[in-house]
Nanobody
Framework: QVQLVESGGGLVQAGGSRRLSCAAS????????MGWFRQAPGKEREFVAA????????HYADYVKGRFTISRDNAENTLYLQMNSLNPEDTAVYYC?????????????????WGQGTQVTVSS
């Protein structure tokens, strides 16, 4: 079965950096657009960043643009999210997502598979 397993979450101080990874199995990774979403307590899940199947196209939410970088390694079936200049508003559970449709993975309803999430907590 399809598995998306995130890692790299934890506690980080404001202004710090963190790199999340998502290991994919049970699917042809290069056939899926991939994305990162996050959900803070009491809030809806929101889009963070997306990358095309080949990795040639990316898209970011305004609130992370210039601070976060999404990338993928299709040979290793792994998705990454490099997070820099973190602030307390970035505290959330971060989810890896796979979208088999024709567009970038930017919409919660279009996601085919979700990871279990990894907690990122940014202290002030």
């Amino acid at each position: 079965q399809v598995q998306l397993v995130e890692s790299g979450g934890g506690l980080v101080q404001a202004g710090g950096s963190r790199r999340l990874s998502c290991a994919a199995s049970g699917l042809t990774f290069s056939n899926y657009a991939m994305g990162w979403f996050r959900q803070a307590p009491g809030k809806e899940r929101e889009f963070v960043a997306a990358i095309s199947r080949s990795g040639s196209s990316t898209h970011y939410a305004d609130y992370v643009k210039g601070r976060f970088t999404i990338s993928r390694d299709n040979a290793e079936n792994t998705l990454y999210l490099q997070m820099n200049s973190l602030n307390p508003e970035d505290t959330a559970v971060y989810y890896c997502a796979a979208d088999g449709g024709p567009y970038l993975a930017t919409s919660v309803p279009s996601i085919d598979y979700w990871g279990q999430g990894t907690q990122v907590t940014v202290s002030s």
